[in-house]
């Protein structure tokens, strides 16, 4: 099947269509549309320097080295406020193809010729320490909020409860979900989180052309579905835009949602064996659209497709994401999240009813309202079930920082005739 190719003209909202986005295939062109598109930006961007600027800083939720992701929860104007911030990837220079030996032609974005790229933006270096063949040391770059920013910065407000536990550092656990969990705690905690107006937000990026400056593809369902004339077979319908943990610049840390139009399919636990040709169809038409939006910069089988499970919101999406990306804290860590390949193979071995039989594995953090309804006493039960031990209360006394507590010597603690 042929899907759009990429088009700098943005046809109507029932269009299948791909608008091109990030590092697109004509750098000048996509230049002079960002130039002229900054009069419409500033006023956003002046609108989040506000917030930003009334933020009273409340607590650290976490900070991690590895990712270079700091959350901080705070208020703007009384309400609860998530800022996060994440040192931006390297910049490099100009893109041009090359002919790897593997033949592919691949552009290579590692060219270090622009003044604020690889070691020409360093603008001072302090040297740690040397030895032998090895130097360390620590450096400034020139930063410039156009051609090489430090950061990005995400603002959630107002934040309600569930943004707060999302970001908070926490304790996790895994847990094997079985399908008589899914009944009695997790299912009822779905119902919930699907009603009122928690799925709002999909539904005008969906419905009303929310975002759609940042849509890069759009195929509005318009066969009708032969059991209701009056409804649109939703099945067909799918919408692909970035998420907000890319800079929309370095195609080394793609990372794309795709929404789909069905509303009938909540999480991974909904998925049968009847939906295998439709997911091969989303894994088709992504794989070949995502590569011609950045003029085959990227190649289908650099794009890693998942869900997860639990996912944060419940409408059935799916991330997108390059190959090469390490991951964004832990959502693309295994306990979950869950290859869309994956998914379509294991269907081949399941019955009719599909993941809804399965026991599934995943972490889970005790902020989750998951853990909280009964996952906690589930867990115990579980590895109580598999003959694993309780933890020893004598761990409550292990001095961390080099050995055991003021009472004890440090011998054989479990042998000395006084326990």
């Known amino acids: 099947m042929q899907y759009p190719i990429p088009s700098r003209m943005k046809p ?8 091109p986005t990030g590092i697109a295939a004509n ?14 930006q500033d006023p956003q961007s002046k609108n989040l320097h506000a917030l930003i600027q009334r933020f009273k800083f409340k607590r650290v939720l976490d900070s991690n080295p590895q990712t270079k992701v700091l959350s901080l929860l705070g208020l703007i104007d009384n309400k609860d406020a998530i800022i996060t911030v994440e040192k931006t990837h390297f910049i490099f220079g100009q893109t041009k193809k090359t002919d790897p030996e593997s033949g592919r032609n691949t552009p290579i974005f590692y060219q270090c010729e622009d003044e604020y790229s690889c070691i020409n933006g360093i603008e001072d270096i302090r040297q740690i320490s040397a030895h032998d063949i090895y130097y360390w040391g ?23 409860f569930i943004h707060i536990k999302k970001y908070d550092q926490q304790n996790l656990h895994l847990v094997k979900e079985t399908p008589d969990m899914y009944q009695r705690i997790v299912k009822p905690y779905i119902d919930e989180m699907i009603q009122g107006n928690n799925l709002a937000w999909v539904n005008k990026i969906l419905y009303e052309d929310a975002e759609s400056d940042r849509i890069i593809y759009k195929d509005f369902p318009q066969d009708k579905d032969a059991s209701d004339p009056t ?23 793609l990372y794309l949602v795709a929404l789909t139009y069905r509303d009938d399919i909540k999480s991974l636990r909904d998925l049968k064996q009847c939906d295998q040709a439709w997911l091969i169809e989303l894994n088709r038409k992504i794989k070949s659209v995502i590569p011609a939006c950045y003029n085959y910069a990227i190649h289908a089988d650099e794009l890693r ?6 996912p944060s919101y419940y409408h059935f999406h799916l991330h997108i994401v390059h190959v090469r990306q390490p991951g964004i804290n832990s959502g693309m860590a295994l306990g979950k999240a869950v290859l869309l390949d994956d998914i379509i193979e294991t269907l081949n071995y399941m019955g009719p009813e599909g993941f809804m039989r399965k026991t599934i594995t995943y972490s889970i953090g005790e902020r989750h309202d998951l853990w909280r309804r009964g996952f906690d006493k589930e867990v115990e039960l579980q590895l109580e079930r598999d003959g694993i031990p309780k933890v020893p209360n004598i761990v409550n006394e292990f001095d961390y920082h080099g050995g055991f507590g003021p009472n004890d010597d440090g011998d054989d603690h479990e042998g000395n005739g006084n326990n």
């Open 12 to 19: 109507s909202a029932t269009d299948s269509t791909v608008y």
């Open 27 to 40: 750098a000048p062109e996509r230049k002079n549309k960002d130039e002229a598109s900054s009069s419409v």
């Open 138 to 160: 620590l450096s400034v770059l020139r930063q410039n909020l156009t051609n090489n920013p430090t950061a990005k910065i995400n603002l959630i407000w107002p934040a309600n």
């Open 231 to 253: 409804a649109l077979k939703k099945e067909n319908g799918l919408i692909i835009l970035p998420d907000t943990n890319w800079d929309g610049i370095n195609l080394d840390s």
């Open 305 to 310: 497709i998942f869900v997860h499970y639990q």
